[in-house]
């Protein structure tokens, strides 16, 4: 199939999904690059205009309760399927491959081509700018001591940055057994080096919990009463590298509002 257009957008970061809402260009993609589950937009950004309810979520942390917004996750698939709707996606996630001719994209799934685009312009989101450190997502179980109020700590060091707490996936149904997600920063020619692996960073969750006094489950008393606790039992999940950080256009943001009017066909039966 061919498709013509005097401008496309390429690739499928936040900042692409909302330039090709704001624009109305079609989106073309290879790789989903789906938001960081726990990036969240400011407390008070309004939404609404896109059936984005703002609902009041406060996280606890050893600072005091912290004020967040949606998940930028939310947002970005919002817009996608208001694009999807409009006929703006053409090759869904379809695509597994692009190459780049003169003045067109041919668009290949595994087994053969699937559309080729020609184009006046192209704005293409896939270039990052060229940075020295990677970042680093461990995601750890807890398979004792998993239970608590934290769902928040921030460290001073690059290496386990942040550290975000959820209700864990690997339990059916609502559960107060949290896992944890390892945000860490670190430089490319160091990332091989175990004392920076995910085994490390796993240690270093525990070692941060317990420097703040979190403890594992009750064990026992001990003769002068005082209570025992057991340690806290991990395991790795896995760890997700990412080139770079998500970024947000602030000025293609605030265009969101004016730019609904138009979905406002399909946004009315949300």
């Given amino acids: 199939m061919v498709y013509e257009h005097a401008d496309i957008?390429?690739?499928?970061?936040?900042?692409?999904?909302?330039?090709?809402?704001n624009n109305r260009y079609p989106i073309f993609f290879s790789d989903v690059e789906r938001p960081f589950r726990f990036d969240f937009l400011?407390?008070?950004?309004d939404l609404s205009f896109l059936k984005l309810c703002l609902e009041p979520k406060t996280l606890t942390t050893f600072d005091g309760d912290k004020k967040i917004g949606i998940t930028k996750e939310l947002l970005w698939e919002r817009l996608l399927f208001l694009l999807s709707l409009d006929g703006h996606v053409p090759t869904?996630?379809?695509?597994?491959?692009?190459?780049?001719?003169?003045?067109?994209?041919?668009c290949f799934n595994e087994y053969s081509k699937i559309a080729e685009v020609r184009y006046e312009r192209m704005h293409d989101f896939t270039k990052k700018t060229e940075n020295?450190?990677?970042?680093?997502?461990?995601w750890v179980a807890f398979n004792s001591g998993g239970k608590h109020d934290i769902d928040f700590i921030q460290t001073d060091d690059d290496f386990v940055k942040e550290i975000w707490f959820y209700s864990s996936d690997r339990i059916c149904g609502k559960t107060k057994v949290k896992d944890a997600c390892a945000v860490s920063r670190i430089d490319k020619n160091l990332i091989d080096d175990f004392d920076l692996s995910e085994t490390m960073a796993r240690f270093k969750v525990v070692k941060e919990m317990e420097n703040r006094g979190m403890k594992g489950l009750l064990s026992s008393y001990g003769p002068s009463g005082k209570p025992k606790h057991y340690n806290f039992k991990t395991s790795t999940i896995?760890?997700?590298k990412s080139a770079s950080e998500s970024s947000l256009n602030h000025k293609e943001l605030s265009r969101l509002k004016s730019s609904s009017l138009y979905y406002s066909k399909y946004l009315r039966y949300l």
Wanted: with cysteine.
């Fill in 238 to 240: 896995s760890r997700q």
């Fill in 42 to 45: 400011e407390h008070d950004l």
């Fill in 92 to 106: 869904s996630d379809l695509c597994t491959n692009i190459r780049h001719d003169q003045d067109a994209i041919v």
């Fill in 132 to 138: 020295d450190k990677i970042v680093c997502y461990d």
């Fill in 9 to 21: 957008v390429i690739g499928s970061s936040l900042d692409a999904v909302i330039f090709s809402f």
